[in-house]
């Protein structure tokens, strides 16, 4: 099995460990996040959302594992933009998955503190924990609009370089549009995060990524482009 080979199986398996795990961290989180009773939820399932915060990480390092692989193949299209994809993916959206578990925990002693103080300061913990919520949503506002620019340097670069089938790339662009539409949206209180269009509207970007990963995984890169690649690089 030749590098570039291996390279696409790893990024596939990269993006389903990621999806996977941003799942089940919604799946877990959710039901205690949700509701006015969520700080005695937090601390009464504290397992649970330590769980929630760990898959946030797991999904946080796939994901940012991705770029870093795909870099010694997307920079023979174009360099600057490759390290772009890097710098949004790779970095920055990885400090922002720290600082949303960070904030997190940080939520969980709250809650403790809350459960301990009892019913006479329970108002004083309720306004910081509804603070703590807000700061999550706004954390994951902007997590979704990294995620959105350095896809779309992703899906640029794929769609130029022919690495994988050009629907697959132009289905990314236009999926990840709408999500960044949803992100601004969010922004100005147009849409509620866990809304039923967001989910819909949101839905395409998730389906992209899992056909492009088992395509990876099944397919590779395409090897003409591979070489036309290589080749461009040593004309340069």
Known sequence: MNTNRRTAIIVGVLYIIGTVAGILSVVFSTPILNGPDFLSKVS???NQFIIAALFVLLMGLALALVPVM??????KQNEALALGYVV??????????IALVISWFLLLILSREYVAAGAPDT?????LGA???KGNDSISTILAIV???????LYYLLYRSKLIPR???????IAITLHLATGFLIIFQLMSPFSTINMVVNFPIFLQEMVMAVWLIVKGFNPSAIAALSAKVDMD
């Not at 795909?70 to 920079?75: A, N, R, T």
């Not at 949004?88 to 998955?97: D, I, K, N, P």
């Not at 995620?147 to 340097?153: R, V």
């Open 147 to 153: 995620f959105c620019l350095g896809a779309l340097m």
């Open 44 to 46: 009464g399932n504290e």
């Open 88 to 97: 949004f993916r790779g970095a920055l959206e990885t400090v922002t998955y």
């Open 131 to 133: 603070l703590f919520l």
């Open 123 to 127: 108002s004083y913990f309720q306004t």
């Open 70 to 75: 795909l870099f010694p193949i997307l920079k």
């Open 167 to 173: 629907w697959i790339s132009v289905w990314g662009f």
